[in-house]
């Protein structure tokens, strides 16, 4: 039975190299005949051919790689949409992810590797479950159109299969640091770009896109938002913020030299790409996310130290004029004082029509559906009344129904990780780790009532895998010693 399995394994690796090379050589054939012919972009299409086939075969070979690509792409995918102005692109991330979930198949019918599949049930993937189940019954919702449903395929095909993958994959200490580390890099980068736009101005394709609309929110009287690679100022402002939050707190809990100052230096790139991104309601990732932390902290000295910067912040902001004549400052300062921002009044102007619309409407207008102005009440530009945020586009979606469940999935995700993380992890240091990361998300959610970053990637991926390491911690620490240095 070995020499059968070992045999079965043999005749997979062979057949699966065999269709590579077979790759390889139809792509040489085929840049031959494009230079042939002198077709320059068939010709670079089949340069990226075999290169593609090497990457797919890597992928097929060891799961994690092909998450890592995943995960990767999804990351800067905003930039490539933007650059290579393809429609519907968004499938190569689909693509990808169904390349993971097969190299992972693949992997557990040959037994090369042993993955540790009963974490992937776990209170993520359980309450999108449920909120997936709510989903499909309003798919009968006569508001319901097919063009929305496939737009917005991500509620029933990605974030699943995400939600699955990175519960199996992100499970050890050792990718735990590999996460951090490479989080660290694509906020270097994501802050670099930011301040490439601030002292070089917009390249033609940013300016292009700005003047297709997005000026209107991104080139104001009080200065100018700057986005990055992200699809927009508020995705990328919050964003940063939960990453100021979670490295900022991870500066407190490293222990090595190196490690800090990595830390210190994420938390500062990204704490000013927040400030570019003149994103006003991040100010509250960082505020709710101390918060969280001085509950969990388990520690006096660490409950005073963070309640006196939490305090003097907010005194800063809310009760002084100092820093007034820098615009970032000047622009964070209006959300301490809400009802002075002309913004925030709109929106709340806004829900008020959402609430005349829905009125009768308890289970919404459907996944990816719009509430259009067809009792002549807006007064506005739009065809069809802004969502704003997150969670008001989750109540019109799903209706004052859906939101009440959403609300409660969630606050049985965030109650079960503090459960975790209060009683369940004897490693200090792994237990401070996932605190940051829980503090991160907890303060994005909070964002998701002003802002809709919590719905875009990359953030949706990076909440998943922060949620993903603190499901499984209890899984990490049974391979730590209880005073084992991590970082």
């Known amino acids: 039975m070995a020499n059968f399995g070992q045999n079965n394994n043999n005749n997979s690796t062979a057949s699966l190299k065999g269709l590579v090379y077979s790759f390889l050589v139809i792509g040489l054939a085929a840049m031959i005949y494009g230079l042939l012919v002198q077709n ?83 209170t993520l993937t359980i309450t999108y479950a449920i909120w997936l189940a709510y989903c499909c019954l309003i798919l009968f919702s006569p508001d319901v159109v097919f063009h929305d449903l496939i737009a917005n395929r991500s509620v029933y095909l990605s974030l699943p299969l995400t939600y699955l993958l990175t519960a199996v994959f992100m499970c050890t200490p050792k990718r735990l640091k590999i996460t951090l580390f490479l989080l660290g890099i694509f906020i270097a980068t994501a802050a670099l770009k930011a301040y490439w736009q601030k002292r070089r101005g917009f390249d033609d394709v940013e300016s292009a896109w700005l003047f297709s609309g997005a000026w209107h929110t991104h080139i104001l009287r009080s200065g100018i938002r700057y986005f990055s690679f992200y699809t927009d100022a508020g995705n990328f402002g919050a964003s940063m913020a939960m990453f100021t939050t979670t490295f900022s707190i991870l500066c407190l809990v490293v222990k090595k030299k190196i490690s800090r100052i990595f830390c210190i230096a994420a938390a500062v790139l990204a704490a000013v790409g927040m400030m570019m991104s003149g994103t006003r309601g991040a100010i509250i990732i960082p505020f709710g996310g101390i918060m969280l932390y001085i509950l969990l902290s388990k520690s006096l000295k660490a409950i ?41 009044n709109v929106r709340i102007e806004n829900q008020k029509r959402f609430a005349y619309y829905l009125q009768d409407k308890p289970f919404g207008v459907g996944i990816g559906g719009k509430i259009v102005d067809t009792k ?88 998943a895998i922060f949620l993903s390491f603190i499901l499984n911690g209890v899984y990490m620490d049974r391979r730590l010693e209880k005073d084992e240095i991590i970082a």
């Open 376 to 463: 002549g009440i807006m007064r506005l530009d739009e065809e069809f009344i802004p969502t704003d945020s997150y969670y008001v586009g989750i109540w019109v979606e799903g209706g004052i129904v859906g939101l009440c469940l959403y609300i409660v999935l969630q606050a049985i995700l965030l109650l079960r990780c503090c459960y975790l993380l209060m009683f369940k992890i004897r490693n200090e240091q792994l237990r401070r780790i996932l605190v940051a990361l829980l503090c991160g998300v907890f303060g994005i959610w909070l964002n998701g009532y002003v802002g809709r970053g919590l719905g875009f990637q990359p953030s949706s991926l990076i909440i």
């Open 40 to 122: 320059w972009l068939f010709f670079g299409v089949a340069v990226l051919f075999p290169t593609g086939a090497i990457i797919i075969y890597l992928a097929l070979q060891r799961p994690i790689w092909s998450y890592t690509l995943y995960a990767i792409v999804t990351c800067y995918f905003s930039a490539i949409y933007r650059y290579a102005h393809i429609e519907n692109l968004s499938v190569i991330l689909d693509i990808i992810l169904g390349i993971s979930f097969l190299s992972l198949a693949l992997n557990i019918i040959n037994k090369k590797d042993s993955y540790p599949w009963s974490n992937a049930i776990n």
């Open 304 to 344: 005073a130290s963070w309640s006196l910067i939490g305090i003097l912040t907010f005194c800063f902001f809310y009760y002084t004029d100092l820093g007034e004549g820098n615009v970032f400052v000047r622009r964070m300062r209006t959300a301490f004082r809400p009802d002075k921002d002309a913004s925030f």
